[in-house]
């Protein structure tokens, strides 16, 4: 398998206008938070899981996590959650996903935000695979970039592949290479459901 694929309309058009409903209405238990813990940021130089370029900024998120195999919690959408991400993956014939985690990440227009700015780019784990599946219609390239975890402190990156999101739209890749969001101009809100799986227990 590529480790990088993007396909759309990943969900039926039910499922995705269901999950948008959820996602965009006033009662969803979001959380505050920042597109990357504090404590990451606040010490990139001891932290090869992000890579604080020259374009790169952290800004406030909303969040709720569905699912973590590592640390359960007591979500009521972990089991929807984790049946829509089935449904994306057998798109790609895997039908016996292990999630690790999931959740939906809500982002909002950042105030004068340079145009070239992105988030911080990131890993999502060292192994494994990550998708990010995009629940509505808006503006805020999901960047790709060349670089993968190494183990070491890294201090640049280059871009491999902007990704505008789309409604339906999911990116599935492997979870050891660095990404980042990018806050929305135009729109009023971006949300994604990331999500991060192995293929077997052991990867």
């Not at 960047?143 to 871009?159: A, L």
Request: charged content about 20%; some cysteine; aromatic content about 8%.
């Amino acid at each position: 398998m590529d480790d990088l694929i993007v396909i759309d309309n990943a969900l039926t058009q039910s499922d995705s206008d269901c999950l948008e409903g959820i996602l965009t209405s006033a009662g969803f238990p979001y959380y505050e938070g920042m597109d990357i813990d504090p404590d990451r940021f606040a010490s990139p130089e001891e932290c090869p899981d992000i890579i604080v370029s020259s374009n790169a900024v952290t800004t406030p998120q909303m969040y709720h996590v569905c699912h973590n195999r590592d640390n359960p919690n007591n979500s009521l959408y972990d089991p929807y959650a984790c049946e829509l991400s089935g449904r994306i993956l057998q798109r790609l014939s895997i039908t016996e996903p292990i999630f690790k985690r999931i959740k939906f990440n809500k982002i909002l227009p950042g105030k004068n935000l340079p145009k070239t700015s992105h988030n911080v780019p990131h890993v999502d784990a060292h192994e494994g695979w990550s998708i990010v599946y995009f629940v509505n219609d808006s503006d805020g390239d999901t960047v790709i970039f060349n670089q993968k975890y190494t183990g070491q402190v890294q201090r640049h990156v280059t871009v491999r592949r902007r990704i505008a999101p789309s409604k339906g739209r999911a990116v599935i890749f492997k979870s050891d290479i660095f990404h980042c969001s990018s806050n929305p101009v135009a729109s009023h809100q971006r949300i994604v459901m990331n999500v991060t799986f192995a293929l077997s227990l052991h990867a």
